[in-house]
């Protein structure tokens, strides 16, 4: 084990109070691949050229909805996805009594799936999907396995993913209370995340605890307020420093 990981499990050992925020680099080892693209998409049937993340923005859903479903679907919904070595690590580190909150920018459920229960999901989740007229809910399969736009079946309105598309805002809530964990923790471990989409990424100013770690295989712009800066696969990272204690 190199020297920052047995830093890190040193860390690990004398907090009782970390929180874990996490971006798509905790998930691409379970095959979920970083959303954030420039490659631009073309529609035939629309005529037109469109980035990524225009084809999940609000605005998008509104005019093309058949056209969101088809992208949504093939390129946000990843059902074979399984927990990782990171999201299982972090769960041992709840289950310790350590880890108090995970904060994630993803939206594919694979925390809870490791047996995380305190997660603060800042983009919603794909498993959850709600009609727009009646608010009734549908889980992810039955978005799947519907033809074109899911449409509710007490109601007739169309289902929406719980997911926070481009051109909305956070839910309130879930900011907040994310706010109030980070304010809290004696250490701050920032993993697999650019730390460029806001409002998120603001959430490490809240942060005033001892230690903040940053783990993430590119360099970030927050690197230089960090206490420790791994530039390693995090699934590595938090399965050996965890693996320590």
């Known amino acids: 084990m190199n020297e920052k ?10 907090s009782n109070n970390i929180v874990f925020f996490g971006g798509a680099g905790i998930s691409t080892a379970s095959g979920i691949p970083d959303f954030r693209s420039s490659t631009g998409l073309y529609s035939r049937k629309l005529n037109r050229n469109f980035t990524p993340e225009q084809a999940v923005s609000h605005s998008f859903f509104i005019q093309y909805p058949e056209e969101f479903f088809d992208f949504y679907k093939k390129n946000l919904i990843y059902p074979e996805a399984k927990p990782y070595d990171a999201h299982i690590a972090l769960a041992k580190l709840e289950k310790m009594g350590k880890l108090k909150a995970v904060v994630t920018q993803n939206i594919d459920g694979l925390h809870q799936a490791a047996g995380s229960k305190n997660v603060y999901e800042l983009h919603g989740s794909v498993l959850r999907n ?6 009734a809910f549908y889980d992810v399969d039955y978005v799947i396995g519907t033809e074109r736009v899911p449409k509710c079946e007490k109601c007739g309105g169309t289902v929406k993913p719980d997911v926070v598309l481009y051109e909305e805002g956070l839910d309130e809530d879930i900011i907040s209370g994310a706010i109030h964990a ?24 809240y942060f005033r605890g001892k230690n903040l770690v940053l783990i993430n295989k590119s360099s970030t712009s927050a ?14 990272v938090m399965k050996e420093a965890v693996a320590n204690l």
């Open 223 to 236: 690197d230089h307020k960090a206490d420790l800066v791994i530039n390693e696969d995090i699934a590595k």
């Open 130 to 135: 709600y009609c727009m007229k009646c608010h």
């Open 5 to 14: 990981i047995e830093q890190l499990s040193k860390i690990l050992k004398e």
């Open 182 to 205: 980070i304010t809290e923790a004696d250490t701050l471990i920032i993993g697999g995340t650019s730390l460029v989409v806001y409002p998120a990424a603001g959430l490490i100013d």
